[in-house]
């Protein structure tokens, strides 16, 4: 069979098994109960209703987290927006965040086939990947969780392993602009799970030069070429999501959650039952409408992490030291990190690296550790080559997993139903330091009020950004707007701005503002901060500047010191 055949052959079936992973969230009609589902189906929907009404880039929405929320700069870009633009399709929310799973699981065991592909053959990475799509991890983060954007950066981590194999082994371009895309998307879809990759990138690339570099004095020569190029992909990707990375960087101190030092929420390190205990628990005490949440590492997964060990060890006695470093060298080294990283032990770094404290729950480290059992699978039956071997790992890896390919509590919601919500369901530390939970203050139909003065409201007009009232005041009146106060708005009374009062304590974290006697205009704006607006000047330059790169490429190579580039 020519090899085109074959590989076509083996992403179909991938398709399939892509198809069976979620199956059961297109056979149910309605939402199934998970954790986060919610809010990666809410915010979408609200993102169209806003795209429609003609507010793009989306930046402020009314109707989240009861009198609206900086959204737009907040939201997980990627996963938002892709599920978004389905909703102006298809007119379903539920629908349209089920195809965007979907091409989660889809793209991302595509990507990592043809990670795996570069080092086995076809067969042994097919069933690699199918050891990677059925992980209990996967299959957590879809049924229990609903992690649409964790679990679509999964797509991503593949690539960037593909985009530096391709740039320090094959000497390519491409490479590299590949390498800066996908830092660029994987920022996008979830900005922690960048620092989730760098556990399995840096070794991987530390692998490559090893690999390609037998001399020493040749590997130190080039490696500050290597390490310059990367780091400018690396930088030019953050900079191309400036518009929102810095934002998001620099404005959350306004939240509880930037007032805290350590985000590391206590008692979610794994233990051993979470590696070797192979349960799928239908409910928990504090789990009853959802699945139980139980982290499973996987057993399996976790006993080809152990045999590899004592397999490495054993080459190591055996030939006192290891002349070559493969493949599996670089997996078992990977996921002993990660392993690490999910344990107690590594507290002390949490503690020490706040930054590292961002990922919340040191599980979170399983996104990566899941692409590392299927390297070391793959590479043992490519040594062993025995049929029965492949037909009893296919087994241990998809009757397990079959049975818990399933969602609880499907429940049909009208449309109405995901275009308000009273409760902030990024969570409460994620209010502004200067409101209370948005669930305790009074649900408002109308937007604006008069609460002092006398006065009338002849007309309005109102949408996510804007509001325009034309008012006639007995007398100098004080009005509020039931928008909770985010840097950015601003109040006009006739064209002239006017001091917004967000401390009133009656109508805490709402924006108030005094009109003077008389017939008046008055205009609230949400407009860009000049660090919003230094973060989209700066995302266009970036993307100028790859593109001139791009253009200019042979150019470059030629007159630089990048020409081990081709």
Request: aromatic letters at 20%; charged letters at 15%; proline letters at 4%.
């Amino acid at each position: 069979m020519k090899p085109v055949k074959i590989e076509l052959r083996y992403i179909l079936l991938i398709l399939i098994t892509s198809i069976i992973t979620v199956a059961d969230l297109f056979i149910n009609t309605g939402r199934s109960a998970n954790g986060d589902g919610l809010i990666h189906t809410i915010a979408p929907t609200l993102f169209a209703n806003a795209i429609s009404s003609g507010n793009f880039p989306v930046t402020w929405i009314d109707g989240f987290a009861n009198y609206g929320y900086p959204l737009g700069s907040i939201s997980q870009q990627l996963t938002t927006y892709l599920t978004s633009i389905l909703i102006i399709i298809s007119k379903n929310p539920i629908l349209s965040f089920n195809i965007c799973i979907f091409l989660g699981v889809l793209l991302s065991s595509i990507f990592f086939y043809y990670f795996l592909r570069i080092y086995f053959l076809p067969l042994y990475s097919f069933i690699g990947v199918l050891l990677f799509n059925f992980s209990p991890y996967r299959i957590l983060n879809i049924y229990q969780r609903g992690a649409l954007p964790e679990l679509f950066s999964g797509v991503f981590f593949p690539l960037l392993l593909i985009a530096v194999y391709y740039t320090i082994q094959k000497r390519k371009i491409y490479g590299f602009f590949l390498f800066v895309v996908t830092i660029s998307l994987l920022i996008l879809t979830h900005p922690f799970m960048l620092v989730v990759s760098m556990f399995l990138l840096v070794p991987y690339i530390l692998f490559l030069l090893y690999k390609r570099y037998k001399n020493l004095n040749e590997l130190l020569k080039e490696l500050f070429s290597y390490a310059l190029v990367l780091m400018l992909g690396a930088l030019l990707g953050i900079a191309i999501t400036s518009y929102y990375s810095l934002p998001l960087l620099f404005e959350i101190k306004y939240f509880y959650y930037g007032s805290a030092v350590n985000h590391l929420t206590p008692g979610n390190f794994l233990d051993t039952e979470n590696f070797f205990f192979y349960t799928y628990p239908y409910f928990t005490k504090l789990d009853i409408f959802g699945r139980g949440f139980f982290v499973n590492a996987g057993l399996i997964e976790s006993l080809l992490i152990l045999f590899s060990m004592f397999y490495f060890f054993f080459r190591f006695f055996r030939n006192k030291k290891l002349k070559k470093l493969s493949i599996l060298d670089f997996a078992i080294f990977t996921g002993l990190i990660y392993i690490f990283m999910t344990l107690e032990w590594s507290n002390v770094i949490y503690s020490h690296v706040s930054f590292l404290s961002n990922i919340q729950f040191p599980w979170r480290m399983l996104s990566g550790f899941i692409f590392i059992p299927p390297i070391i699978l793959a590479y043992f039956l490519s040594k062993l080559k025995s049929k029965l071997l492949l037909a009893i790992f296919v087994i241990l890896i998809c009757v397990p997993a079959f049975t818990q390919l399933y969602g609880k509590n499907y429940t049909k919601y009208e449309y109405n139903f995901y275009t308000f919500t009273e409760y902030n369901l990024n969570a409460v530390v994620m209010n502004t330091i200067w409101t209370g939970r948005s669930e305790d203050y009074p649900i408002k139909k109308q937007k604006w009020d008069i609460i002092e003065g006398k006065g009338r409201v002849l007309k309005s007009k109102i949408n996510n950004t804007y509001r325009r009232y034309q008012v006639e005041a007995e007398s100098r009146i004080r009005m509020v707007d039931y928008t909770f106060y985010f840097p950015g708005w601003k109040v006009y009374v006739d064209s002239k701005p006017v001091s917004i009062e967000f401390q009133n304590p009656n109508y805490r974290g709402a924006i108030t503002y005094l009109v003077p006697q008389g017939n008046h205009i008055i205009e609230i704006k949400y407009s860009d901060t000049k660090i919003r607006l230094i973060g989209k000047v700066l995302s266009i330059l970036s993307v100028i500047f790859l593109g001139i790169i791009f253009i200019m490429r042979k150019k470059i190579i030629k007159l630089s010191k990048f020409k081990f580039l081709t």
